[in-house]
């Protein structure tokens, strides 16, 4: 058995009485060990709250968070100083898809270096941080990592 093991609790209150139409799509959840709940609804393209984040935005979100942590580990252990790292992660809702899933997430990462930094083993190296990633291998939607390396 893993020692690795990630557990939440979802609440949601309120009432389907009226119909499809009517119920809220707000709910938190938590995830120990932050004591704040997350205010979550569906995409406002289902009736959800604009102002709360929605399932599929936390999975792109997970994908981006992970490929990161991935490559700063791969980095680290290759004695590469990076500075400073940004992803702007996007996917989108495969409507025609059956069943319905989201489609192809990107990220696109750029990453910042010293000066005299080998840019293309830092390429190297994100591509085997996105082998490792485990959120990347553990969902059925293929994730794909764009890598921009900028030396300072």
Do not use: K
Not at 52 to 60: A, G, H, S, T, Y
Not at 118 to 123: E, G, H, L
């Amino acid at each position: 058995m893993s020692s690795h093991t990630y557990a939440t609790h979802l609440r949601w209150d309120g009432s389907t009485a009226a119909g499809i139409r009517s119920y809220s799509r707000d709910h938190v959840a938590i995830a120990p060990p932050l004591p704040t709940p997350v205010a979550l609804s569906a995409d406002p393209a289902f009736r959800g709250n604009p102002e709360r984040l929605n399932p599929e935005q936390l999975v792109v979100m997970a994908a981006s968070s992970c490929q990161m942590l991935s490559f700063l580990g791969v980095v680290a252990r290759a004695g590469i100083n990076v500075r400073a790292y940004e992803d702007e992660a996007t996917s989108h809702l495969d409507l025609t898809a059956r069943p319905t899933r989201l489609g192809v997430i990107h990220l696109a990462v750029t990453v910042r270096v010293s000066a005299g930094t080998d840019a293309a083993m830092v390429q190297e190296l994100a591509e085997q941080a996105h082998r490792e990633c485990y959120i990347a291998n553990s969902l059925s939607v293929p994730v794909e990592v764009t890598t921009t390396v900028v030396t300072a």
